[in-house]
């Protein structure tokens, strides 16, 4: 149990386009799923946090117009890198909460998003 | 949230235990003690947490000290699919306190 994907995997596009990424929850609902975003050789920084049918809370330094997120069911949150540029080039992750006793967040594979 | 202190680095031979440390000296009593790991170009994965009691499950083994200043993770038959970086992570218990924020873990390098 407590699986989380995401799609695509990878994605390469050109400057100025914008790319939507999918995180879904497989076998549990998640009122609250979070978008991390890693650069290489860093650690993971946490981008927003993500509550089914309410705005998303964006960490300071992350601009809300340019990562847009949705949650729109509680199974399914997208995040949308709006007119991308290269410096936009990440490894995006997402998670989900799953109740385990304690609240316990459970990570997506990845998306590896590089843009030309 | 409390800070953590890994190592940057260690080694284990193949079919060893694997013991990792983590120091979170400012922990408070409502903080649990949270184990990812991250394999390359892959997304964290959820190991063990715990808040004051030892824990085991099917991967590892969590032992808290009795002032919950330090704990170890246990990995008792480390194998090369184990070599990853894993971090330690200090979250509070509280309703609406699930960020979680990562350090720049310890990178296990398992050895044949």
């Known amino acids: 149990g407590a699986v989380v994907s995401q799609h695509p995997s990878w994605v390469i596009c050109k400057s100025g386009t914008s790319v939507k990424i999918e995180c879904r929850s497989l076998?549990?609902?998640?009122?609250?799923m979070f978008w991390y975003r890693q650069f290489p050789k860093q650690s993971l920084m946490l981008m927003a946090t993500?509550?089914?049918?309410?705005?998303?809370?964006?960490e300071q330094g992350v601009e809300k117009d340019k990562f847009l997120i949705n949650h729109a069911s509680l199974t399914l949150s997208t995040l949308t890198v709006t007119s991308a540029h290269p410096e936009d080039s990440s490894f995006y992750i997402c998670?989900?909460?799953?109740?385990?006793?304690?609240?316990?967040?459970?990570f997506g594979p990845g998306t590896r998003l590089l843009v030309l | 949230d409390a800070k953590t202190t890994q190592p940057p680095s260690m080694d284990c031979a193949e079919g060893r235990a694997a013991n990792l440390p983590c120091n979170h000296s400012?922990?408070?009593?409502?903080?649990?003690v949270y184990w990812y790991r991250q394999i390359h170009s892959q997304g964290p994965q959820y190991i063990i947490h715990g808040l004051k009691n030892n824990e085991t499950n099917e991967m590892a083994s969590l032992i808290i000290t009795e002032d919950r200043k330090s704990s170890t993770l246990i990995l008792p038959h480390a194998t090369l699919r184990d070599t990853a970086v894993y971090y330690c992570?200090?979250?509070?218990?509280?309703?609406?306190?699930?960020?979680?924020?990562f350090g720049k873990g310890t990178k296990l390098s398992v050895i044949p």
């Open positions: 993500s509550n089914e049918g309410s705005k998303a809370t964006y």
């Open positions: 998670s989900a909460m799953y109740q385990q006793g304690q609240e316990t967040q459970y």
């Open positions: 992570i200090v979250r509070n218990s509280g309703a609406g306190s699930y960020q979680l924020t």
């Open positions: 400012t922990i408070s009593g409502n903080e649990y």
């Open positions: 076998d549990f609902q998640a009122t609250t």
